[in-house]
């Protein structure tokens, strides 16, 4: 169990706090739904969730093969829709890293990637656009 404190500062901003680490993040809203977009909003949260998900989870494999990924880029879009209400609609996440590693070793790690925690924990319905570049300069 981790305990993470969440205050609402007003404003449409929010402070959290980790426990374990007292790191820190805030958010506020996006400027397309009130916000003045200052910050990551809850919604950004998910997105980049997902992206070091599976950069973390790959990491994990890769130290278990020794296979080196350090390095290793993801850049993420949220695409949100409102039908039929306001949520994330399309996450799309591109990961780049030049490597020698095997066309085996690169299917494990698209695999382990696209079945990580944040992955498997997301609405069915958000369609997640996942590209691996294994040949990034």
Avoid at 11 to 16: A, N, P, Q, R
Avoid at 84 to 90: E, N, Y
């Amino acid at each position: 169990m981790v305990q993470i404190d969440v205050v609402y500062e007003g404003g449409l901003h929010t402070h959290c706090l980790h426990g374990p680490s007292q790191a820190e993040v805030a958010t506020d809203a996006p400027r397309d739904n009130h916000g003045r977009g200052e910050s990551f909003s809850p919604t950004d949260l998910a997105t980049t969730a997902l992206a070091s998900c599976m950069l973390t989870v790959m990491g994990i494999k890769a130290q278990e093969h020794d296979w080196k990924i350090d390095g290793m880029r993801a850049s993420c879009e949220k695409h949100m829709t409102a039908d039929p209400v306001r949520r994330i609609g399309r996450i799309v996440v591109r990961f780049s890293l030049a490597s020698d590693l095997s066309r085996e070793a690169t299917k494990v790690l698209e695999r382990t990637a696209r079945t990580c925690p944040v992955a498997m924990s997301l609405n069915p319905d958000i369609e997640l656009d996942v590209d691996f570049d294994w040949e990034a300069a």
